[in-house]
């Protein structure tokens, strides 16, 4: 779920311009000091990094990558369907400057029909640029749909 209104505020850490954003830091620092430890300590969760992964689509797919990024010893897997890159073009030298810390497993998904085919642009240039930043090809798996829309 997201914020409604709040939603562009909260799921980018990076400011848009024309949209707004710049929250999406808080919004993950919650999920990671405060959620999850209460999730962990309620419920019989397996809370080690080896079983933590994150994912979401569009703009929850950009937060979830800055996420597994910013908190590799968190996070050992993420999901990132149809993500928002066009959003925060700074997500791309956020991989570059954070580089690989730990192994984290990457699954890239988008659909051939999004936005004329510019969310797999995007898919592709994250793709090179996570391999750039020190991620193996088997961590990375990058996959489209033809018919696959937003």
Partial sequence: DNGGAERLNEYSPWVNNRYGGGQGDEYIKFIVETLKPNIDATYRTKADRDNTGIMGSSMGGLISLYAAIEYQNIFSKAG???????????????????????????????????????????????????????????EVIRATHPDGQH
């Fill in 80 to 138: 990132i369907f149809s993500p928002a890159f066009w959003f925060a073009p700074e997500s791309y030298a956020h991989v570059s400057a954070k580089g690989k810390q730990a192994d984290v497993k990457i699954y890239l998904l988008a659909g051939q029909l999004e936005d004329n085919g510019s969310v797999v642009a995007d898919i592709n240039a994250m793709y090179n640029t996570l391999r750039n930043a020190g991620f193996k090809e088997q």
